[in-house]
């Protein structure tokens, strides 16, 4: 029998993303399909409003495991187990995550306390001083969002903003007490790092076509409902080709900044750029479930507005991650992003296989100009 120490004795770097990452991974996009559904129910700027809150708390702990098994590789059986009461507790967060703030947010905070403290425990078997750091961001905003749930609606959402800047603001604002000043005690294996990102998104994008199958139901199948079903699914397929066109330069960047520069860099593109990326799927997701169901009218506002800015959201993340790595065109995505907006009122002034067309136009003008820089530029 292997012996279980607490302190892991195989201290070899992570390699490819494990099988169990990425059960991991489709656990959580669940809380993506709960916050789509939310959003499918309400497109107001308060719904928006109260998705992107509970979507950057839970991002921050998500992403926290993505650095954790990037350190940690899961391959002792008790560190998977421990991975898995992880996922149970993110599994618990998207069950309560309908009415997370005010009605099950007493649900929703023991789910994220749980994944607060399996992150903890398992990340002190890297560095104890680095999970000693970790803690009071992890567990105080865990606390917070579970304190939330026990007093009235406006002072839950007080405490879930004060959970959100925890996470974000203070590490930065208290760097000597944060992992922002030890950023060189991390020994990111950017190969890993990259691509356990790649596989969420891939997973995310799935997401998105799930929404396509979902705003047909009980609708009358015709010539013009498959039509829209295919100019639904260029969104998603062209918004895939935009991000996978730079990850393999990203890798190579990450991979050749020394390890504290590293980590400076990795942290703007995958804490905080992902945030905007993964949130504008999410929108987007939420607009083509309404576009897809009536392709031959015209939209509400608010649904045109969910899909173009959905995709501008997703083009604003990409624009942030290339202008930190230096690789690739970020003006090019501004500027798609900005044309995409423009094309709102095709959609409530035309009809929602226009609107769609407008869409994918602007997405596939941005690539072939990638693709015609690119031949350009000299070998």
Not at 209 to 217: E, N, T
Not at 285 to 308: C, F, K, Q, R, Y
Not at 317 to 336: F, K, M, P
């Amino acid at each position: 029998m292997v012996p279980v120490r607490w302190r892991r004795a195989d201290t070899s770097p992570a390699g490819r993303v494990a099988p169990v990452e990425i059960f991991f991974d489709v656990v959580f996009v669940l809380t993506l399909l709960q916050l789509t559904q939310i959003l499918e129910a309400d497109l107001s700027l308060a719904a928006f409003g109260r998705v992107a809150l509970i979507f950057a708390v839970l991002w921050f702990m998500y992403t926290g495991y993505a650095w954790l098994t990037n350190q940690v590789p899961p391959r002792l059986p008790y560190q998977k187990v421990l991975l898995l009461a992880g996922m149970a507790g993110f599994l618990l967060t998207a069950v309560g995550l309908p009415d997370a703030v005010t009605g099950t947010a007493v649900f929703f905070g023991l789910g994220y306390l749980l994944v607060a403290c399996v992150h903890f425990a398992l990340f002190a078997q890297f560095d104890i001083r680095f999970a000693v750091l970790l803690a009071p961001y992890n567990l105080g905003s865990a606390l917070l969002i579970l304190v939330a749930g026990f007093v009235g609606s406006s002072w839950a959402y007080l405490l879930w903003g004060l959970a959100f800047l925890l996470q974000t603001v203070m590490p930065y604002l208290l760097p000597r007490w944060s992992w922002v000043g030890r950023a060189g005690l991390f020994h990111l294996n950017a190969e890993h790092f990259v691509e356990r990102h790649n596989l969420l998104v891939i997973v995310a994008l799935g997401e998105s076509v799930v929404a396509i199958g979902l705003g047909l139901r009980g609708a009358h199948l015709t010539a013009g409902t498959a039509v829209a079903v295919l100019l639904a699914l260029a969104v998603p397929a062209a918004m895939w080709w935009t991000y996978f066109s730079n990850t393999s330069a990203a890798s190579r960047v990450l991979a050749a900044a020394e390890p504290g520069l590293r980590t400076r860099l990795a942290a703007p593109v995958y804490l905080f750029a992902h945030v905007l990326l993964l949130l504008g799927i999410v929108v987007t997701a939420a607009g083509i479930h309404d576009t897809v169901a009536h392709p031959g009218a015209a939209v509400e506002p608010a649904t045109a507005v969910a899909l173009s800015g959905g995709v501008a959201l997703f083009l604003g993340g990409i624009a942030v991650g290339l202008r930190v790595l230096s690789v690739g065109s970020w003006r090019n995505r501004l500027t798609a992003a900005v044309a995409t907006l423009a094309t709102i009122p095709v959609g409530t002034a035309g009809s929602a296989a226009l609107h769609l067309c407008a869409v994918i136009g602007v997405l596939l003008a941005m690539l072939a100009a990638d693709h015609w820089r690119a031949a350009r530029r000299p070998a």
